[in-house]
Structures are given as structure tokens and as C-alpha cells.
């Protein structure tokens, strides 16, 4: 069964410290997404990622960045962390452009900042 | 720029009834459209993926229509049962020829026994 795995499910962080946010496929996905979902305002879009070292901004990148060093693997990073960045996060991924095959999505991590 | 809609926001019926989920967009250039199921607190699961070509998916009690003419789409349950009581997304690609989908709000779904 194909897989996106986040790597935490709850976190609780401390405000200004850095959080790495890890999400791993292995359906040798060309795309990654991260989003964050929030209470009436839905799925957002922070970062999203088509290819190795590639990376375009979504609609609400600022003070978050991210990794992809490697196919599988997309990191979201909270240079300092702070509370108004407390959400569900979400990573997905999908096939190259032109997909037919939909989107995967991973179980989401609960973060917390305190 | 693309815009789902998806009515009604919250739902609650009791068990056995058969549902209509309702999904529109407002570019109809788009190759296919996913429906989603969110239990609380968890990641999204896809339920039915329809191509453009393709008016309708099934699965199970669940069937999805797709009307790219009208922008609409919607996801019939039948027989609802508490174990269906979710959040429940549908997504279309944010323009026609984009890979980057664009999310409903999602109709909240209670079914009680």
C-alpha cells in the first residue's frame, strides 16, 4: 500500500525555537506539498515542491521554508517558531504533471506552540 | 483563479438515510476531481477520483458525479451509517492545466444512530 508518512503526530514546541516538519513517500512522487489546516479558514498552502531541490511558494509561505534533498523526502522548516503557527499540518504528494492519479495525503501532525 | 464550494457546511441525519454532498467550482478546465474523507484530527483519505472524460466513479455506497459544463459535482451515500460521520473535501486542480489542487471547505457529516 502506497504511503505518505509524517513523521510526528503531535508536537508542542516552544515559541522561537526551530521545527522541522519530516514527510516521506514511496510512490517515487515527482510532487510534495505542504499545507496547513485551520478551523473555517480550510486547507492552505505553504510550500510546494516539484521536483529535487525545487521549491515554489503557496499562498502562505512567510515564516516557514523547506527541504528536498532527496525524491522522497520534503521537510517544512519553522525558522522561530511562534504561536499563530500552532495547525494541522498536512504533506501530500502526487505524480508528475498531468496526473491521473489523484493526490496521497499523509496522517497530519498536530503542532502545538507554547 | 480557482473557487470550490462545497454545501452544505455541516450536516446531521440519522442513520439509513441517503445523502447528497454537494461541490462546485468555478473553472471548468480541469482534468479530474478528488473527493476526500477527513476523520477529526487525522489526514485526508481519498474516496473517488473522477477524470474529465469520466461523468461518474463508485465505490462501495458512495457514487460521485462530475459535471464540468455546470462546475458541479457531488457525492451520493447510500444508506448513511455512523461510521460515515466525517468531513468530507472534494479538490480540483487550481487552473486547467495545473497540478496543484484546490480544496473545498468541506461538508461536516454527523450520522447518528
Known amino acids: 500500500d502506497v504511503k505518505v508518512t509524517q513523521s510526528s503526530r503531535y508536537l508542542v514546541k516552544r515559541t522561537g525555537e526551530k521545527v522541522f516538519l519530516e514527510c516521506v513517500q514511496d510512490?517515487?512522487?515527482?510532487?510534495m506539498f505542504w499545507y496547513r489546516q485551520d478551523p473555517g479558514l480550510g486547507l492552505r498552502l505553504i510550500y510546494f515542491s516539484y521536483d529535487v531541490k525545487m521549491k515554489e511558494k503557496g499562498d502562505i509561505p512567510e515564516g516557514y521554508s523547506v527541504s528536498r534533498e532527496k525524491k522522497e523526502r520534503f521537510s517544512l522548516i519553522l525558522e522561530s517558531a511562534s504561536t499563530n503557527q500552532t495547525s494541522m499540518y498536512l504533506c501530500?504528494?502526487?505524480?508528475?504533471?498531468?496526473?491521473?492519479?489523484?493526490?496521497?495525503f499523509g496522517s497530519g501532525t498536530r503542532l502545538t506552540v507554547v | 483563479k480557482q473557487e470550490v464550494t462545497q454545501i452544505p457546511a455541516a450536516l446531521s441525519v440519522p442513520e439509513g438515510e441517503n445523502l447528497v454532498l454537494n461541490c462546485s467550482f468555478t473553472d471548468s478546465a480541469i482534468y479530474n476531481l478528488q473527493w476526500f474523507r477527513q476523520d477529526p484530527g487525522k489526514g485526508l483519505t481519498s474516496l473517488l477520483l473522477?477524470?474529465?472524460?469520466?461523468r461518474e466513479q463508485t465505490s462501495g455506497r458512495l457514487n460521485a458525479s462530475l459535471d464540468k459544463s455546470s462546475g458541479r459535482s457531488t457525492l451520493y451515500i447510500a444508506a448513511s451509517q455512523p461510521g460515515d460521520s466525517a468531513t468530507y473535501l472534494c479538490?480540483?486542480?487550481?487552473?486547467?492545466?495545473?497540478?496543484?489542487?484546490?480544496f473545498g471547505r468541506g461538508t461536516s457529516l454527523i450520522v447518528h444512530p
Open positions: 501530500a504528494s502526487s505524480l508528475g504533471t498531468g496526473i491521473q492519479d489523484g493526490y496521497t
Open positions: 473522477i477524470q474529465s472524460s469520466q
Open positions: 510512490m517515487d512522487h515527482e510532487n
Open positions: 479538490a480540483v486542480p487550481s487552473s486547467g492545466g495545473s497540478y496543484i489542487p484546490t
